[in-house]
């Protein structure tokens, strides 16, 4: 078993670390900033590129895997950097609170594409507290066929809550899967059920 690191040597790696995030920010070579952050669901991992905010996980879908993900699809060079996600954090924060129906944070899509991005289309325009099956997704993306792509592209959407695809359930309204796990989602649809936004 390793010591555990002096007060000291805490300080001097967080202070190392400021300094080469905002180097690398200064360079224009920080292309995904990350950080993590506490919510109802447990930890998230946010990571954001210069366009948006390009990808939320849980918990649960490892995060250590989405930061790979990350440097193979979109650039290796990531790196922990929260300022770049404080309005995200923020609007998250707003949100589990009860306070925010939207999130008004750029999104960047670079890991999404095909019909994947029409379903995403489709999601963000599902109203806050608001449902719709598979299948109405489906239809209203075109392909009212591909009721099974839709379950795909719902889970492997990229950034969810700010594209919500908690509100897509089965058509017998039952909720169905999700990334965060079935109980998360339950817990967003009964958040949005009872938010009191503004007050």
Do not use: W
């Amino acid at each position: 078993m390793e010591p555990a690191d002096s007060p000291l040597e805490e300080h001097l790696r967080g202070h190392l670390h400021a300094v080469l995030e905002r180097r690398a920010a200064q360079a224009g070579v920080l292309d995904v900033a990350y950080r993590t952050v506490d919510s109802p669901l447990g930890s998230l991992l946010l990571a954001a590129t210069e366009v948006g905010v390009v990808r939320i996980a849980f918990e649960r879908q490892d995060h250590d895997a989405a930061l790979d993900e990350l440097a193979r699809v979109v650039s290796p060079r990531v790196l922990r950097a929260p300022a770049r996600l404080d309005g995200t954090a923020r609007e998250l924060e707003e949100y589990f609170e009860g306070h925010r129906t939207g999130f008004d944070v750029p999104v960047d899509l670079t890991l999404a594409g095909g019909f994947r991005l029409a379903v995403l289309d489709v999601l963000r325009r599902i109203g806050f507290g608001a449902t719709l099956s598979y299948a109405g997704v489906a239809e209203r993306a075109g392909s009212p066929r591909a009721v099974r792509a839709v379950g795909t592209a719902c889970a492997r959407n990229p950034v969810p809550l700010v594209v919500p695809c908690h509100r897509v359930v089965r058509s017998d309204g039952s909720v169905g899967e999700y990334a965060g796990g079935p109980q998360a989602k339950r817990l967003l649809l009964a958040l949005e059920r009872g938010a009191k936004v503004g007050g």
